[in-house]
């Protein structure tokens, strides 16, 4: 090896170890253009030297689910954004997208997920579904089918399961504020 | 053949090649000088060759490179071969079945072309550092994941110095997806990289999740319906690991139960393991296809004996037959090509705060509220406000505590279509 190229390559292999991959950059970039977030969602982190994993809480100001307090996990792995974050709500919840396992449907966690897309989308998308469930794309069909059927009895089924009530077989956790 | 594995070569043996390195085309780059010189380089040691992946792209580029007169080559794969491989995968035979693939074409091309040394990694690429990756004239990619192409790619791209010419690494890269397929080449810094065309890869086929909850209609459906609902919930700790026949077995057991609740035919093991591990269909004539493209871009970059691929060729099988090529545009906003990188000389006295300051001065940028990291350290982070908290007491440390001398500093800012690496140099 001659004396320029070996002197390149010792350069390189010295910069080797600090090296920030594109999965991080890009994430760093959406972290920072969240700036501070509105008053109906805040984030943890567990860990704050890892940004690939942390937890949003929605606080929704307005719906069916006014007054509960939900938690989801975010996993971000190092194929981002070729592949969407992994979510999942952490609580039980009576919700017509989310399953007892916290399985969420919302498209762009999954099929509808595309590069351009960010945390704050999911973010955004998940706040939606608080205010908007869809019993078109049931997970907990139970729920779904109260929600086409008889609205007000899904009110009462949400408030109640809210405080930790039971629905049907099932004991949701308390989420109320 | 002499024991030391080198032979002459006989009269005559490289005549054709030859042809196009004595003249060149005529749309050859004018850095073509043709002759003997040229010859003596694409033989030697100095035009050194990585092949990276020896599956069915890697057999037929290692066979094109060595046939071409390249005699200096590295060919690196972590996988071993598996009896499913040899249908294809040619320089492989039953007998060598569970043993490296790197290996094992490596010995069959200096056996088959006498003078050709193959070196072998049976290893992963990011065992290797930009040492070795810099010892290479052209690096050539014939992978089927986008994770290691990713990977690949940055590295290469990191690599680059565009004060130092002999830092700039071409990387051909081939792929293939059954009647389908692309080559292309990527120069560092002028032609768009692997990270700018992300958006067109292949997703790893997803369904709705409600649809494989509620309203299963494939034999798909019922298998993921087994992999992502069932799974985690049987296995909370365990991750499925689709080599491993146990969780094919349970995950098809469980897809066939579901199947036949739902009247659906066509819940396979061999299926099951595909949708698990997200196969795509290999078509050995597709490989050779893709893989000779790739190989004869290599030796037109190698030789400058004629105008290379501008710079992205689709080959397109699966409906009817067509070839595009056209030039993929770098994108502004790629994390890997659109970094500018800046040599940054301070005060070593200075805190982080004070870097930050020169940077919202800085010209030609219009950075409002920059984020820092070093590594996968952040240093100040604007948002969110746990991590704004967690790194704001950065802002009053000296930038040499918090980075080391010759480090790269990112900076990404919502003014920045991406971000900027600071090369910091204390004064
Ligand atoms: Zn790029």
Known sequence: MSMKKKAAADAAAGTSKTKTSAARIRLQKDMGDLGSLPKTMQMSFPDPNDMFNFVLTITPDDGFYKGGVFTFSFKVKEGYPHEAPKVLCTQKIYHPNIDLEGNVCLNILREDWKPVLNINSVMIGLQYIFLEPNPDDPLNKEAAQVLSTNRKLFEQNVNKSMKGGCIGSVTYDCVSA | ?427
Not at chain 2, 219 to 243: F, N, R, V
Not at chain 2, 269 to 283: C, D, E, H, S
Request: charged share 25%; aromatic share 8%.
């Open chain 2, 1 to 427: 053949m002499q024991v030391d594995g080198v032979v002459n070569d006989w009269p005559n043996r490289w005549r054709h090649p030859d042809v196009y390195m004595d003249r060149g085309g005529p749309f050859a780059p004018e850095s073509f000088i043709g002759g003997d010189e040229l010859k003596e380089f694409i033989h030697s040691e100095d035009c050194k060759i990585l092949v990276v992946g020896a599956g069915g792209l890697g057999c037929e580029l290692l066979k094109n490179l060595a046939l071409m007169g390249f005699k200096s080559i590295d060919v690196i794969d972590m996988d071993t071969i598996d009896v499913s491989n040899l249908n294809r995968q040619f320089l492989f035979r039953y007998k060598d079945v569970g043993k490296s693939k790197a290996e094992v074409a490596a010995e069959f091309i200096m056996k088959r072309v006498p003078g050709c040394v193959v070196t072998p990694y049976f290893g992963k690429i990011q065992d290797k550092d930009e040492e070795y990756y810099s010892q290479f004239a052209i690096i050539i990619c014939g992978l089927d994941s986008v994770e290691a192409r990713r990977w690949m790619n940055a590295t290469v791209l990191s690599m680059y110095d565009e004060d130092d010419p002999s830092t700039l690494k071409p990387i051909v890269d081939g792929g293939t997806e059954g009647f389908k397929g692309q080559s292309r080449v990527i120069i560092p810094k002028s032609t768009a990289c692997y990270e700018c065309s992300l958006d067109m890869q292949t997703k790893p086929v997803t369904f709705p999740i409600c649809t494989i909850a509620n309203t299963p209609r494939m034999p798909e459906h019922c298998i993921q319906y087994a992999s992502i609902l069932l799974w985690p919930k049987e296995y909370p700790t365990t991750k499925i690991d689709g080599d491993d026949p146990d969780h094919i077995n349970w995950l098809f057991n469980e897809a066939s139960k579901r199947a036949e609740e739902y009247g659906i035919r066509g819940v396979t093991r061999t299926l099951t393991m595909g949708v698990v591990k997200n196969i795509i269909p290999a078509i050995a004539s597709t490989n050779a296809i893709v893989a000779a493209a790739t190989a004869n871009e290599a030796f037109k970059l190698a030789t400058s004996c004629a105008a290379t691929v501008n710079n992205y060729m689709m080959y397109v099988g699966d409906e009817g037959l067509y070839t595009y090529t056209f030039p993929l545009e770098k994108k502004a906003d790629c994390p890997v090509c659109g970094t500018e990188s800046v040599k940054l000389a301070i005060p070593a006295t200075w805190k982080l705060h004070e870097l930050m300051e020169s940077l919202l001065e800085r010209q030609g940028t219009q950075m409002k509220k920059p984020s820092l990291a070093c590594g996968d350290r952040s240093l100040y982070m604007q948002g969110p406000p746990p991590l704004e908290a967690a790194t704001r007491p950065n802002l009053e440390k000296l930038v040499s505590e918090l980075v080391k001398e010759g480090d790269t500093v990112v900076v990404t800012d919502s003014g920045l279509p991406i971000s900027l690496k600071l090369v910091i140099h204390f004064e």
